[in-house]
């Protein structure tokens, strides 16, 4: 490490305009911890923290959780024994638990945060397999949007309040580490295959929708081909993918911001806010409205 933690920096922990936060009661944590599936891998804290200007914290002992960072815009750094690593948008950081680190947003570009604290008999090992994957706390999803889906996902469980709730904020914040261990790369100069190509390039042109036969001429390969690699390699079809990755634009402006639910319709690329509000319920499973009102 270059330079000693500074835990007395002048940091904003939270308190961010748009910002989501659920902490457990470390009474319940406790009462989790006893039970089966949420003792294996339980969420002590969740967040997503917006253009996070000043945002930082210094942990000269580490935290008792492993945490889990992904930056989805803007930028900041983070140091650990490891060394200081810029943090850009589509970076995730992996902090194990007890281990002495440093993190703030920049101050030209502040970063927009999702985060999540875990811990549990598993949560070890997954931290070590994340480092392992990526050589280091650092790595570069291949999709971003898919991780931050999911910690959203996290934070609608914790919002629930229920046993029930721990144990799907447990099985959203297994995928998402599960996630950045298979799909991390150690560089962001990393040669790309053609479906990770098509990837990059949806992610980069949301909310404009490309056709397949587009995509596939983009990346070298047929039609068939392209639809068969996306499959193996995402889970689902170019299509499909492209859908998921405007809804995941939609709850983020439904959180962050005061935009009609026609406004964040247009923004996400559908000129039908009915079609729109359809689609968004389909996913989501409750209508637009309705997810902006919920408990938070």
């Known amino acids: 490490m270059d330079e000693a933690v500074n835990p007395t920096a002048d940091y904003l922990p939270d308190g961010f305009a748009g910002q989501r936060m659920v902490v457990v009661p470390r009474p319940v944590v406790g009462a989790a911890l006893a039970r089966p599936v949420t003792s294996r891998l339980l969420v002590t804290d969740a967040g997503f923290f917006p253009h996070a200007a000043r945002h930082g914290r210094g942990r000269s002992s580490g935290s008792r959780e492993h ?145 397949v036969d587009d995509l596939a001429a983009m990346v070298g390969l047929s039609t068939s081909q392209l639809g068969a690699l996306f499959r193996e390699q995402v889970g689902v079809p170019p299509l499909r993918y492209q859908s998921d990755l405007r809804m995941a634009r939609a709850r983020e402006l439904l959180d962050a911001t005061d935009l009609s639910v026609a406004a964040v319709a247009s923004a996400c690329g559908y000129d039908d806010p009915l079609y729109f509000s359809r689609q968004f319920t389909r996913t989501h499973g409750v209508s637009p409205t309705a997810y902006r009102e919920r408990a938070v």
């Open 67 to 211: 945490i889990l960072i992904v930056c989805a815009g803007g930028s900041g750094w983070c140091r650990t024994p490891d060394g200081r690593f810029e943090v850009q948008r589509g970076d995730a950081v992996l902090l194990p638990a007890g281990v002495t680190h440093e993190y703030a947003a920049s101050a030209e570009d502040p970063w927009t945060l999702w985060w999540l604290h875990v811990t549990g008999a598993d949560a070890a090992e997954l931290a070590r397999a994340a480092h392992a994957a990526a050589g280091g706390p650092l790595s570069h999803l291949r999709d971003p949007g898919r991780v931050v889906g999911l910690v959203g996902q996290v934070l609608d469980g914790l919002d629930a309040a229920t046993a029930g709730g721990l144990v799907r904020a447990s099985g959203a914040a297994w995928n998402a580490l599960t996630e950045v261990i298979a799909t991390g790369r150690r560089t962001r100069g990393s040669t790309l295959g053609p479906v990770e190509r098509a990837v990059e390039h949806l992610r980069a042109t949301t909310p404009r929708r490309t056709a």
